[in-house]
């Protein structure tokens, strides 16, 4: 797990667990949200966006979190690991009810957490695992046949992941 993409639905936890992950692994860290939406909520052109994600695959060592389907390729195929938050609906409206809560919306960019929620956000949550989810397998089949895909299908699964790699890779006394 050197190269590792995290996708999933809004509210799955895919910052969360992006940090648990960079910090036991001591990796690099980088929020797509960050990258993508300046202070004002403007969105970074297409083509700067796809050149600064170019940029960050081509390091050794990477955890990159974000959905962004349309450069999802670019990170599939530099990527050894995909970690894809498929979790239900429900589960991802608690998870963003709870970030509103603690964050109380905004920007925070030590977090990784961008807190923007509108009825498109509720509504693309609500239908993500019909429509979103389709397509982002057939990316991951398309361009990264090559990666260890892990589907996790609830925050139990991705917290013993998180326990598993921490207890991987303490340091020896």
Not at 105 to 122: A, E, K, P, S
Request: hydrophobic share 35%; glycine share 6%; aromatic share 8%.
């Amino acid at each position: 797990m050197e190269r590792i993409a995290i996708i999933g639905c809004g509210g799955s936890g895919k910052s969360t667990i992006a940090r648990q992950l960079a910090q036991s692994l001591e990796a690099p860290l980088t929020h797509l949200d960050r990258v993508y939406y300046d202070e004002q909520w403007r969105p970074l052109p297409q083509g700067e966006f796809a050149a600064q994600q170019e940029e960050l695959v081509a390091g050794e060592r990477w955890i990159i979190e974000g959905n962004y389907a349309s450069t999802l390729p670019i990170r599939l195929a530099a990527a050894d690991t995909v970690i894809f938050l498929d979790l239900p609906a429900v589960t991802c409206l608690w998870g963003i009810a709870q970030r509103r809560w603690r964050y109380r919306g905004g920007q925070h960019h030590q977090d990784g957490v961008y807190d923007r929620i509108t009825w498109n956000f509720v509504r693309y949550i609500l239908d993500y695992r019909r429509s979103m989810r389709p397509r982002v397998q057939n990316l991951v089949r398309e361009h990264g046949p090559h990666v260890r895909l892990l589907t996790l299908n609830s925050r139990r699964q991705a917290n013993r992941l998180t326990k598993r790699v921490r207890d991987e890779h303490q340091p020896l006394p």
